[in-house]
């Protein structure tokens, strides 16, 4: 496991978007009828992002689909069509993971539920994420405390 600890600043929209150009992620914009946002890796190990534009989304919302696929892309947590539902949820945890790590820090977290800002819908704008993605953060992250029996970080790593 990850020592939560060691990512400290959470990372904002224009910081995802260097953050693919740095590793060479192309991103394109087009309609996606049956999803939000997709990404892929070619057989060179080059991936892709897409992102639907045929719908508007809230600067929250595109940094929350950018991040978890991004996740997908830095982890290499790929699945087909094909693959069984124990290796896609597996692929989607490790996006996850990725994500709330990067944008959701633990860190930052306790500190900005210790200043005040407590209601999902705070600290979804506190880290300019949507609010599903902060209860993801947020359930994660009990997990883990549950899991390593300290306070939330994993210090095996």
Not at 33 to 56: F, Y
Request: hydrophobic share 30%; net charge negative; proline share 2%.
């Amino acid at each position: 496991m990850r020592d939560l600890s060691k990512i400290e600043n959470s990372t904002g929209l224009d910081e995802l978007y260097e953050l693919a150009s740095g590793l060479g992620v192309e991103i394109y914009g087009f309609s996606l009828p049956q999803c939000r946002a997709v990404s892929c890796m070619d057989t060179n190990g080059r991936c892709c992002i897409g992102l639907d534009n045929s719908r508007s989304y809230s600067e929250s919302e595109e940094k929350t689909m950018l991040a978890h696929e991004l996740g997908h892309c830095s982890t290499g947590s790929f699945y087909n069509e094909y693959s069984p539902l124990s290796l896609r949820s597996k692929c989607e945890q490790k996006a996850d993971e990725w994500a709330i790590l990067k944008c959701v820090p633990y860190e930052q977290l306790i500190n900005a539920c210790r200043s005040g800002i407590n209601s999902g819908y705070e600290l979804a704008e506190h880290f300019g994420v949507s609010e599903s993605f902060i209860h993801k953060a947020i359930k994660y992250y009990i997990q883990r405390r549950n899991q390593d029996g300290s306070d939330g970080k994993d210090n095996n790593a």
